[in-house]
Antibody, heavy 119, light 105 residues
């Protein structure tokens, strides 16, 4: 049974880079059948899809975040990562990683990690 | 980009009520739409895929319908555990979400 687990600092200072990792167990990020996603839930807001990455390393992003976000994959460690650059308080959120097949829902999620942007 | 508009944003109801949530897409997405339920502090759970396919383990009081640009999620008889926030998500292109509907007692 596949499991995803987010990890990373819970506190980031404004203007710095938010870095999170999603470790995958029970499946391989090399699997061609899946997209590996990042989603966030800001306080008082709805869910926001950040982007996804294929096993090949090709990544696609939400247009509203594209200039500040990077998603990468490390097949040797079976994980994928998120970086959000130049963060502000508006980037404070619970960040989730999740898996989906093309044209299918996000069927497997991590538990989420709260990241607070504050000095 | 395809935009999704959910209505209503907030919905007050009682146990046993029938409720319907609507999701409208800014352009046609066939049936590439999913519905999720999220309770506080937890990851969302998929209820329905392909606009109307109930996921395994989801109670049959949940149902979905629609195609093209207009979709609905219906809960036929609300149970206490159904009070949560519901999101639609389109899967035709980059998988963005609607803004959510908070269902309150």
């Amino acid at each position: 049974q596949v499991q995803l687990q987010e990890s990373g600092p819970g506190l980031v200072k404004p203007s710095q880079t938010l870095s999170l990792t999603c470790t995958v167990s029970g499946d391989s990020v090399r699997t061609a059948s899946y997209f590996w996603n990042w989603i966030r839930h800001r306080p008082g807001q709805g869910l926001e899809w950040i982007g996804y990455i294929y096993h090949s390393g090709s990544a696609y992003y939400n247009a509203s975040l594209k200039s500040r976000v990077n998603i990468s994959v490390d097949t040797s460690k079976n994980l994928f990562s998120l970086k959000v650059y130049s963060v502000t308080a508006a980037d404070t959120a619970v960040y989730f990683c999740a898996r989906m097949r093309p044209l299918q829902p996000l069927e497997t999620w991590g538990q989420g990690v709260l990241v607070t942007v504050s000095s | 980009d395809i935009q999704l508009t959910q209505s209503p944003s907030f919905l007050s109801a009682s146990v046993g009520d029938r409720v319907t949530i609507t999701c409208r897409a800014s352009q046609g997405i066939s049936t590439y739409l999913a519905w999720y339920q999220q309770t506080a502090g937890k990851a969302p759970k998929v209820l329905i895929s392909a606009a109307s396919t109930l996921q395994s383990g989801v109670p049959p009081r949940f149902s979905g319908s629609g195609s093209g640009t207009e979709f609905t999620l219906t809960i036929s008889s609300l149970q206490p555990e159904d009070f949560a926030t519901y999101y639609c998500q389109q899967l035709n292109s980059y998988p963005n979400f609607g803004q959510g509907t908070k269902l309150e007692i």
